[in-house]
Structure formats: C-alpha cells, structure tokens
C-alpha cells in the first residue's frame, strides 16, 4: 500500500504571498490532518477533514486554510504569508475518528518565507 | 485540557544497548490513547506503538515496548538493542476522550553511538 504523500516537498515564497499544499492520504483513510512543526513551538495540530467536512480545527489564523475532496486528497492553503510561517507542514491520514486510530504521516512539505 | 511532557531533550545510547525515553501526561479523561513516532533527520513522522488506557497489558512492537504505568501517569518507550538507524527525534503524543485533537510533547533525540 502506497504512503501518505505530501507535494511539492520543498517550497520558496516570499511574504505577502499565498501558497498551496497537497496531501493524498493511503488509499481507504478517511480522515486527513494538518499539523505545522518549528523548532520554537514544536508540533501543532492545524485541522483535520473527514469525509470533505472539517472536524476539528486548531488555533490558528484564518489565513490558514484547507479542504478534502471526494477521493480524500486534501488541500491545505496559507494566504499572506508571514516570516512565521516557514516550517515543516505534516499531513496525515488514518481511517476513522477514533482515539486509538494511530495516524500515518507523509514526508512533509518545507516552507521558508523570505 | 491535556498535556504531555518529554523531560530529555537528548539522549545517548550505545550500540546494542537498551534505552528509555520518558514520557509523562496528564488528562483529566479516563479514556485516552498514548503514541509515539520516531522522526528522522528526512522528516517524516514513524508510528512506532500505541496504548490505550484501558489496555491491561504493556504495548510491544518488536523492539519497542511501551511502560506504561497509569497511576504516574507515565508512558515511557523501550528501545531494546538500539541500532544506528535508530537515531532520530522522538516524539509522544496523547489523545483524550473524544477529542480527536493530539497533543504533542517537545521530543527527544537520541543518538546511538557504534
């Protein structure tokens, strides 16, 4: 079974700008979450979509974004990008919305912002 | 709310040698999940074991074992003849009740040396 894949892997923007990032989940997960990871802050949980809806959100700004498609692959999106935002944005998928559904994730895309 | 805290932010382990990360949470919810994910230097997060708080027994995944002690409140991942490859960031991670929203500790790394 194919893993999580997250494109591009690696991304330059600059401030002011927006940027679009892709997840496609493993085949049969329904459930997609965005997590955005610095050195400063650790870990955090962005959103989650199941089945198109959004589930769960973190505390984050409006200027983050996302969706998930009918075939489960997710979008995730940053408008007026800020300094701040450069990091390590994980994806990860696992079949329901259970506790104990342990989560896959992908590579990751790296964003820096100039 | 829920918190977990990883008190080593690095480790060093000798070839071949067993090691323990510590891992200590706290919920106020009866029901819970516990996980760790090893991260390599590549980025990807690695679903190593999961416990469940109403599991009797200890979790084991090969060479990663999971003590897990209720009343500490303490989930501390095992690594049993540590190889190189195993030299990563790892990470614990909770998720209470209903909430789907996991909550990530700092990490720790650990290097092993041949």
């Known amino acids: 079974k194919a893993g999580v894949t997250q494109t591009p892997r690696y991304l330059i923007k600059t401030r002011g700008q927006q940027v679009t990032l892709s997840c496609s989940p493993i085949s049969g997960h329904r459930s997609v979450s965005w997590y955005q990871q610095t050195p400063g802050q650790g870990l955090q949980f962005l959103f989650e979509y199941f089945s198109e809806t959004q589930r769960n959100k973190g505390n984050f700004p409006g200027r983050f974004s996302g969706r998930q498609f009918s075939n489960s692959r997710s979008e995730m999106n940053v408008s007026t990008l800020e300094l701040g935002d450069s990091a390590l944005y994980l994806c990860?998928?696992?079949?329901?919305?259970?506790?104990?559904?342990?989560?896959?994730f992908g590579p990751g895309t790296r964003l820096t912002v100039l | 709310a829920q918190k977990i805290t990883q008190t080593q932010p690095g480790m060093f382990v000798q070839e071949k040698e067993a090691v323990t990360l510590d891992c200590t949470y706290d919920?106020?919810?009866?029901?819970?999940?516990l996980f760790w994910y090893k991260q390599p230097s590549s980025g990807e997060m690695i679903f190593l074991i999961y416990?469940?708080?109403?599991?009797?027994q200890n979790a084991t995944e090969g060479r990663y074992s999971l003590n897990f002690q209720k009343a500490r409140k303490s989930a501390n991942l095992v690594i049993s003849a540590s190889q190189l490859g195993d030299s990563a960031m790892y990470f614990c991670a909770m998720r209470s009740g209903g909430s789907y929203i996991p909550t990530f500790g700092r990490g720790t790394s650990l290097i092993v040396h041949p």
């Open positions: 990860a998928s696992s079949q329901g919305k259970q506790a104990h559904n342990e989560q896959f």
């Open positions: 416990q469940g708080s109403y599991d009797q």
């Open positions: 919920t106020s919810d009866p029901s819970y999940g």
